[in-house]
């Protein structure tokens, strides 16, 4: 409380009490009515009974944990493993969308902090914006034609000779891992530069003057210093990417289910919020162990991460 009551005052001194007092409540509005209070809503409905409406607030709407059986139990009381199974694909997918745009993005944030000036800095920003004006949902169907039988990737590996049939890409979801990566990839690029950004050049100098190779360099100097934004990009790209449901609808294989996609089969096809909710929670509180233990693995704190 010292702390919020500390950085209220320095905000204070710095533009006005007005400006002060506008962001206050304009972030204490965000955070109560936009994200406590349906995330409390829904933590609710989980733990109710999927009652016909004139049951409501009658005696059979009482808290109860089926809901959650039902994930780990489902209905015959034996292990779940289908929908179990269906949120750990999800994760490890999400985890490899989030090293790859790690490992895509790294370079690309090192480049336009520390090498792009001028006109190129600004192509290469305009370049990585510019794309992103078009709706997600048609970038999705873009990578749907482009990793098609008919699509640019087919065309050109069976013109080259690198295969004499087509590849079912959107089977074998290369399409639905590609389309993921490139949606959040400027989540990733814009902390890394942020974090790399404040690097002083000499230090990158020092460190080849003294016979450091390329891969040293980064080791020791760079990614100490880009661990912050990488931390940030990271946390930000699994937890959109572990709850996608656009690019996996349209990208994912017959035989792919993403979690999101049971959930939104539980709130509309079955007409069941309730379990609906309860999936809802699950995939929310895995999503957040998950990422703090990465942030124990890394030894990253949620501060840096918001710096």
């Not at 001194?13 to 209070?37: D, E, H, N, P, R």
């Not at 780990?72 to 199974?85: C, E, K, R």
């Not at 049939?165 to 989540?187: E, H, K, N, Q």
């Not at 996996?248 to 289910?257: A, D, V």
Request: net charge neutral; aromatic share 14%; with cysteine.
């Amino acid at each position: 409380m010292n702390a919020i009551k500390e950085t209220f005052n320095a905000f204070t001194q710095k533009y006005g009490t007005g400006v002060a007092t506008f962001v206050a409540v304009s972030v204490l509005v965000w955070t109560v009515f936009l994200i406590i209070m349906p995330q409390v809503a829904m933590f609710d409905y989980s733990l109710r009974f999927n009652l016909p409406a004139s049951q409501i607030g009658g005696p059979n709407d009482v808290y109860t944990l089926d809901n959650y059986k039902y994930f780990f139990q489902g209905n015959d009381n034996t292990v779940n493993y289908l929908d179990m199974g269906i949120l750990l694909k999800t994760l490890v997918a999400a985890l490899f969308v989030t090293i790859i745009d790690v490992i895509i993005c790294y370079p690309i944030a090192y480049i336009l902090a520390h090498s792009a000036t001028g006109v190129s800095a600004r192509l290469m920003v305009i370049g990585l914006i510019v794309p992103f004006w078009v709706n997600e949902i048609l970038r999705a169907f873009a990578f749907r034609v482009l990793f098609g039988a008919t699509g640019m990737v087919n065309g050109i590996g069976m013109n080259m000779g690198l295969w004499d049939t087509p590849i079912d890409f959107i089977r074998a979801d290369v399409a639905l891992y590609s389309g993921l990566t490139y949606a959040y990839i400027l989540l990733m690029i814009f902390p890394i530069f942020n974090a790399v950004e404040a690097l002083d050049r000499n230090q990158i100098e020092a460190a080849r003057d003294m016979g450091a190779s390329w891969w040293r360099v980064h080791w020791r100097v760079v990614l100490p210093i880009a661990k912050p934004g990488i931390a940030s990009g990271s946390t930000m790209v699994f937890m959109l990417t572990a709850g996608a449901l656009a690019a996996p609808q349209i990208l994912g294989g017959p035989s792919n289910l993403w979690f999101t996609q049971l959930i939104y089969q539980w709130f509309n096809q079955s007409a069941n919020w309730q379990r609906g909710s309860a999936y809802a929670v699950v995939l929310l509180l895995v999503c957040i162990a998950f990422v703090m233990m990465m942030m124990r693995v890394f030894k990253v704190s949620i501060g840096e991460i918001g710096r």
